[in-house]
């Protein structure tokens, strides 16, 4: 059974810091490239991040650049996502997701706030 279960999420202050964690369960997480995605209310889910299989690759979107940090450790099946200089629009549901195209899995997500 495949599970993607992240953690890590809360209520930070702005200018604050997180770190959320994707424990992966279920399938080859090595050979699987990773991502994080959020969606706030009333939005499109977003991406992130993103780190190819082996850990060579990082991507970010514009508006996280620079503050977070994508990283995994392929013998904990874990994918991380460091988030510092929090700023209110990155509150967001963050979701992770395991892409080894066609097959593509989602966890459940975990709530971030970021406010005063």
């Known amino acids: 059974q495949v599970q993607l279960v992240e953690s890590g999420g809360g209520l930070v202050q702005p ?15 090595s050979r699987y490239a990773m991502s994080w995605y959020r969606q706030a209310p009333g939005k499109e889910r977003e991406l992130v991040a993103t780190i190819t ?4 690759f990082t991507n970010y979107g514009d508006s996280v650049k620079g ?31 395991a892409r080894n195209s066609p097959r593509q899995f989602w966890g459940q997500g975990t709530q971030v706030t970021v406010s005063s």
């Not at 200018?15 to 997480?29: D, E, Y």
């Not at 503050?67 to 979701?95: C, G, H, I, W």
């Open 67 to 97: 503050r977070f940090t994508v990283s995994r450790d392929n013998v904990k099946n874990t994918v991380y996502l460091q988030m510092n200089s929090l700023k209110p629009e990155d509150t967001a549901v963050y979701y992770c997701n």
């Open 53 to 56: 299989s082996a850990g060579g």
């Open 15 to 29: 200018g604050g810091s997180l770190r959320l964690s994707c424990a992966a369960s279920g399938f080859s997480f």
